[in-house]
């Protein structure tokens, strides 16, 4: 089993930035993906950012150029890196990781931070 906690979320005005971590802890041999979903009320969820082990990185359209993912393996964290931040960035957060054991892929999820862009 891995865990997830996560951390960072808040109110920010709009045109702010907040930063969200995300720690991996427990069974972590395996993962290969680390990332960010965000879901806004009434909305289905949506993958924001995410990276893997490599460094390979990947951003919906909506964040490009204002949002960064990035990762220190060493020890197990993925950074959100959120500037210029709009009022339609609001949503929860949640970390994901996806891991590959005995050839089977497993994802896991964070409990979700809440982010809210509002003047």
């Known amino acids: 089993q891995v865990q997830l906690v996560e951390s960072g979320g808040g109110l920010v005005q709009p045109g702010g930035s907040l930063r969200l971590s995300c720690a991996a802890s427990?069974?972590?041999?395996?993962?290969?993906?680390m990332g960010w979903y965000r879901q806004a009320p009434g909305k289905q969820r949506e993958l924001v950012a995410d990276?893997?082990?490599?460094?390979?990185?990947n951003y919906v359209d909506s964040v490009k150029g204002r949002f960064t993912i990035s990762r220190d393996n060493a020890k197990n964290t993925v950074f959100l890196q959120m500037n210029s931040l709009k009022p339609e960035d609001t949503a929860a957060y949640y970390c994901?990781?996806?891991?590959?054991?005995?050839?089977?892929?497993?994802?896991?999820w964070g409990q979700g931070t809440q982010v809210t862009v509002s003047s």
């Open positions: 990276i893997t082990s490599g460094g390979t990185t």
């Open positions: 994901y990781a996806r891991q590959l054991s005995y050839s089977r892929v497993y994802d896991y």
């Open positions: 427990g069974s972590i041999f395996g993962i290969y993906a």
